[in-house]
């Protein structure tokens, strides 16, 4: 019997040793590396790292601060809490991972979820891979939540785009790196500037998703396009910035105050209005906006 238990004992130390190294082992890309001589209790910290700068880096995430703090959960030693340790790094704290690079006053990391949230007035510049692509997509806002398991970021608080000629506004945004789209919710709206001939158009519903590399919007939820005295609502709208083109569908209107003219789409169609020329047309098909290109990394 006590053989039996013996036995059984060793088993349960084993699984709960396979379980600890499995978790660990899931997520090694959360693992924060700080580099540099340390002050604190080695064993079960905290670790304060100071330096001009200090430099860490956290899968594909490269960071530089003044002062950085690593501390393990309360009764746990720092080696042992590998993968459930928080890194504060603060003081010019500055971010970069791939085209990204952001900026702030603190950064706070957790290893269990894998997320560095940015504070202090935080600013995230993303660079086109080259000149032809496009325009730098400039971000700012009140907090930036940074996440290690994929290229996305989310920013919350008075958040500012800007992409070219386009400004956008919102309660927040989600950029994906890797498709080079923005997703903006609460009270979101975009506004083109003026060019040429071409009035300022400001759009909003009650999402915004654009794509900053080729300049294209899908705005969904009551939208509205307003372009001087001209004001088309509708369901949604597909705009290409390029092509100085809008496509807006579901119970369409467009209504211009100043010639009094009301251009409504036959219910089996949709209205296409010509940015470049202050001009709406009614057509009578149906018009597909092309939602699939619009889906953030990983959405169904």
Do not use: C, H, W
Request: cysteine-free.
């Amino acid at each position: 019997m006590k053989r039996i238990a013996l036995m059984i004992g060793l088993l349960s130390l084993t699984a709960l040793a396979q379980t600890a190294t499995s978790q660990t082992a899931s997520n090694p890309n959360r693992i924060v590396k700080i580099q540099g001589g340390a002050r604190g209790n080695v064993r079960t910290g905290p670790l304060t790292y100071s330096g001009n700068p200090v430099k860490a880096t956290v899968s594909t995430l490269k960071i530089e601060s003044a002062q950085a703090t690593l501390a393990a959960p309360s009764g746990i030693s720092l080696l042992d809490a590998e993968g459930k340790r928080t890194a504060n790094f603060t003081g010019n704290v500055k971010v970069e991972r791939g085209r990204l690079s952001a900026s702030g006053s603190a950064l706070a990391y957790s290893e269990a979820t894998g997320q560095g949230v940015l504070s202090g007035n935080p600013s995230a510049t993303f660079v086109p891979e080259d000149k032809e692509d496009g325009d730098k997509v400039n971000i700012n806002a009140s907090q930036m939540s940074l996440d290690v398991d994929n290229n996305i970021s989310t920013s919350t608080g008075n958040v500012g785009l800007t992409n070219g000629n386009q400004t956008g506004k919102a309660d927040k945004l989600i950029f994906d790196e890797d498709k080079e789209l923005a997703q903006m919710t609460g009270n979101p709206s975009l506004t083109r500037a003026a060019k040429g001939n071409q009035k300022e158009l400001t759009i909003t519903g009650q999402e915004v998703r654009a794509l900053t590399k080729t300049k294209t919007l899908y705005v969904s939820g009551g939208v509205k396009l307003v372009q001087g005295t001209q004001t088309t609502t509708g369901n949604a709208v597909y705009y290409d910035d390029k092509k100085n083109v809008a496509y807006v569908v579901g119970n369409a209107v467009s209504v211009d105050s100043k010639s009094k003219v009301t251009v409504r789409a036959p219910a089996s169609g949709y209205l296409e209005q010509r940015t470049d020329l202050a001009r709406v047309r009614a057509l009578n098909s149906a018009y597909k906006i092309p939602v699939e290109q619009f889906k953030l990394s990983g959405e169904k």
